[in-house]
């Protein structure tokens, strides 16, 4: 059992940046890491994940060139740097472990989520 904790969400400005972490319980090495995030009234939704080592990323369309994700597995944390942030990004959230899929069933372990807004 792999136990995530986000952390770094906030209320900021359109056009602001903000770090998201998660910090797994134990060494994660082996997992593959991603991001998704769930706006109110929508479904949950795909943001960017990292191969095992950080040498593979992935982004969803709507993030590509603002986002960006790492790792740190010494420190067992993923990290989402999201710059020019937008209104549209309003949202909770969620680390998640298992895979690079889009797809959020493909992933076995999730974190509590984080709110980011952004206010126009």
């Known amino acids: 059992q792999v136990q995530l904790v986000e952390s770094g969400g906030g209320l900021v400005q359109a056009g602001d940046s903000l770090r998201l972490s998660c910090v797994a319980s134990?060494?994660?090495?082996?997992?593959?890491m991603g991001w998704f995030r769930q706006a109110l009234g929508k479904e949950r939704e795909f943001v960017a994940a990292?191969?095992?080592?950080?040498?593979?990323?992935y982004y969803a369309d709507s993030v590509k060139g603002r986002f960006a994700i790492s790792r740190d597995n010494a420190k067992n944390a993923v990290y989402l740097q999201m710059n020019g942030l937008k209104p549209e990004d309003t949202a909770v959230y969620y680390c998640?472990?298992?895979?690079?899929?889009?797809?959020?069933?493909?992933?076995?372990?999730w974190g509590q989520g984080t709110q980011v807004t952004v206010s126009s």
């Open positions: 134990r060494t994660f090495s082996t997992y593959p």
């Open positions: 998640a472990a298992g895979a690079t899929s889009t797809r959020s069933a493909h992933y076995d372990y």
């Open positions: 990292i191969s095992r080592y950080g040498i593979s990323t």
